[in-house]
């Protein structure tokens, strides 16, 4: 274990690519044990042998199809709808719009980057400040992977076994915490501090009809595909295609965005990002196939008996790890990192897989906004021009709002398995 920490870390710290630094390791710690390297490209290709996998391809291309498609502009003009009447409209607005394309995109880095472009731009006009506008951008684009469909839960699915289906399920009701959480952080900073400013959204009464219309033809995706799995009409794999032709219909025949060139460049993207999650995967396996040999399974029986009479203590003690963890590390790869290290433990002081999945997740995932390395971050400073630490400050009460989540969810196991149970 020895050989394979410090490997893996030396090579981190010189700036090695995570997917290589962890098969460097595994194969070093192979060759400290005087193992065969024989085993490593067997057990690369185990890696990837899953069926769940092959579904992240299509929910890739489909959100990468939907943010070419126009849909975040009907998106926003939806939430608008909903919220622009009341004071913060625009604010409560971004929420919304966050719940609404988390639905679609999948990734939180993907929803900072196309509602970024609309409300860091057009909430300065009413009065709001870049940063607190960046700042909320940033806190929404966290619900993204946690209202499915999800990119995140179907490489957790892949490393834990742990069925999508009910991880797609289990998403929904801390994915609404979240958003109720930024909604009530808006409510008290409108009432307790100097207010907020009214919306200057308004639209003709013919035009109600098509936004509401075109708006629901957009959030039909997620329900029909969170559907068709649960009632068993499709599996995950298959609802990701589905998902991909019915994006390819709205966009190209109802909304007339999609044009060649754009399928081509969604195409394109959906490879690259397919392949770096595929080539993580495969190095992992590697790096778990030396961990059993260099004894995992007496560290992992050695930190269950410490904690088993503490369940809800190793819980929180595992989220505040993962804070840490999620500064420097994306989501992806540390879920393939530590899944099957933290995994086994959890089973065994009786924590529900899926309650841990939901706060492995949704802390991880939380990193994506917290610097040094918080991606959200970047993406929304870059496009309001914002410092980070400005940037981090104005994020604050809003990272903590979602904080609470997360030890919420910690407490109350019901709230991340309660919703897939009554699916059962």
Request: proline share 5%; with cysteine; hydrophobic share 55%.
């Amino acid at each position: 274990m020895m050989a394979l920490g410090f490997a893996f870390a030396s090579l981190m710290l010189i700036g090695v690519p995570i997917a290589f630094a962890m098969g460097l390791a595994g194969a070093i710690s192979l060759i400290a044990q005087d193992l065969r390297l024989v085993a490593v490209p067997t057990r690369m290709f185990t890696g990837i042998d899953s069926f769940v996998l092959l579904a992240a391809p299509f929910y890739i291309l489909a959100g990468e199809l939907m943010g070419r498609s126009g849909i975040t502009q009907r998106l926003v003009k939806l939430s608008m709808l909903i919220t622009g009447r009341v004071s913060g409209g625009t604010a409560y607005g971004c929420v919304v719009a966050s719940i609404f394309f988390s639905g679609i995109s999948g990734t939180a880095v993907g929803d900072a980057a196309a509602l970024g472009q609309i409300f860091i731009k057009e909430m300065p006009k009413e009065g709001y400040t870049v940063e607190y506008s960046s700042a909320l951008v940033v806190a929404g684009s966290m619900i993204g992977p946690i209202i499915p469909p999800s990119v995140i839960m179907v490489i957790f699915s892949a490393v834990s076994q742990v069925s999508i289906i009910s991880l797609f399920i289990a998403g929904v009701v801390p994915g609404l915490l979240l958003g109720l959480a930024l909604a009530v952080v808006i409510f008290l900073q409108s009432r307790l501090g100097k207010g907020l400013p009214r919306s200057s959204f308004s639209m003709e009464g013919e035009k109600i009809g098509t936004v509401i219309v075109e708006g629901a033809m957009v959030l039909t995706l997620p329900v029909f595909i969170v559907g068709g799995s649960v009632s068993g009409v499709f599996t995950p794999t298959e609802a990701g295609g589905t998902a991909v032709l019915y994006t390819l219909l709205i966009g190209w025949l109802a909304f007339r965005k999609l044009d060649r060139r754009q399928i081509w460049d969604s195409l394109v993207v959906a490879a690259r990002v397919s392949a770096s999650i595929y080539l993580i995967l495969a190095a992992s396996e590697v790096m778990s196939y030396a961990m059993t040999f260099a004894g995992i399974d007496i560290w992992v029986r050695g930190v269950s008996d410490g904690f088993q009479s503490h369940p809800v203590v190793f819980l929180l003690l595992v989220a505040v790890f993962l804070v840490v963890v999620g500064t420097f590390l994306e989501p992806g790869p540390a879920i393939v990192i530590f899944v099957p290290l933290f995994m086994p433990i959890a089973k065994s002081l009786g924590i529900d897989p899926i309650q841990f999945a939901m706060v492995f997740i949704l802390t991880l995932t939380l990193g994506l906004s917290t610097p040094p390395v918080g991606l959200c971050l970047f993406v929304a400073g870059k496009i309001g021009n914002v410092p980070m630490g400005r940037l981090f400050k104005a994020l604050l009460p809003f990272f903590f709002a979602e904080k609470a989540v997360v030890i919420l969810l910690c407490l109350v196991p019901e709230l991340s398995s309660g919703l897939e149970r009554l699916f059962k």
